[in-house]
């Protein structure tokens, strides 16, 4: 079993910088494959981003060039750097764990999920 707690998000104004972290406890996170998704008011829960085994990364197009997300093993956490953030970023961001060294986009590969957090970006 795996939890995840998640840090950061807040409001920033277009064109600014947010960083979200993600924690996990109860099992080495090394050995799990992590996604971020988000979710807008009335929208589907969509693909950001994900890392796998010794870093490997994917992006959606949408946010390519401006997110980047990085892990730290030895504790146990994973982050999203956001740049030049744009109204359209607004959501509630979400990180997920799978077991494995392969991510994917698809919410439903995921078994654990953090708590979210509100991302605003006002323009």
């Known amino acids: 079993q795996v939890q995840l707690v998640q840090s950061g998000g807040g409001l920033v104004q277009a064109g600014g910088s947010l960083r979200l972290s993600c924690a996990a406890s109860?099992?080495?996170?090394?050995?799990?494959?992590v996604g971020w998704f988000r979710q807008a008011p009335g929208k589907e829960r969509d693909f950001v981003g994900t890392?796998?085994?010794?870093?490997?990364?994917a992006y959606a197009d949408s946010v390519k060039g401006r997110f980047t997300i990085s892990r730290d093993n030895a504790k146990n956490a994973v982050y999203l750097q956001m740049n030049s953030l744009k109204p359209e970023d607004t959501a509630v961001y979400y990180c997920a764990a799978r077991r494995g060294f392969i991510g994917s986009a698809e919410p439903g590969g995921y078994a654990y999920w953090g708590q979210g957090t509100q991302v605003t970006v006002s323009s």
């Open positions: 890392t796998w085994g010794g870093g490997s990364t």
């Open positions: 109860g099992r080495t996170f090394s050995n799990y494959a």
